[in-house]
């Protein structure tokens, strides 16, 4: 069963850093690789918007309010997908979840597998 698993979340103070991982399983039919992977976030009382993402040729996309902060990367040897958060701000203060699809796309419905998600929580 397609499972995903992020880590690393938790607390830190404004301009801290802090990595998220997420370990992909049970992709019966589809090589890791080949998966399109994105990072998403949602914030108490708004919509889930997407952070981040990395294709199957490595190529990335930011969403406008990271650009410059976070960085996307994949380790496909270890099925695993980071997100390298810095200087985090309170407005990065969210659930974020981790996503895959053989295709993708800029929304969360182009991603039909997700993770139970991972807290950040950024303080001023």
């Known amino acids: 069963q397609a499972q995903l698993v992020e880590s690393g979340g938790g607390s ?3 301009g801290g850093s802090m990595r ?5 399983s049970g992709y019966t039919g589809y090589t890791y690789s080949k998966l399109c992977m994105g990072w998403f976030r949602q914030a108490p009382g708004k919509e889930r918007e997407g952070v981040a993402a990395i294709s199957s040729d490595g190529s990335t996309s930011y969403a406008d309010p990271v ?3 976070f960085t996307v990367s994949r380790d496909n ?3 695993t997908l980071y997100l390298q958060m810095n200087s985090l701000n309170p407005e990065d203060t ?4 981790c ?6 796309g800029p929304r969360a419905r182009d991603f039909a597998y997700w ?4 807290q950040v929580t950024v303080s001023s």
Not at 20 to 24: D, E, I, T, V
Not at 115 to 118: A, L, N
């Open 20 to 24: 998220l991982s997420c370990a992909a």
């Open 12 to 14: 830190v103070q404004d």
């Open 67 to 69: 650009k410059g902060r």
């Open 77 to 79: 040897a270890k099925n």
């Open 99 to 104: 996503a895959a699809d053989p295709n993708g």
């Open 94 to 97: 969210a659930m974020y979840y």
């Open 115 to 118: 993770g139970q998600g991972t």
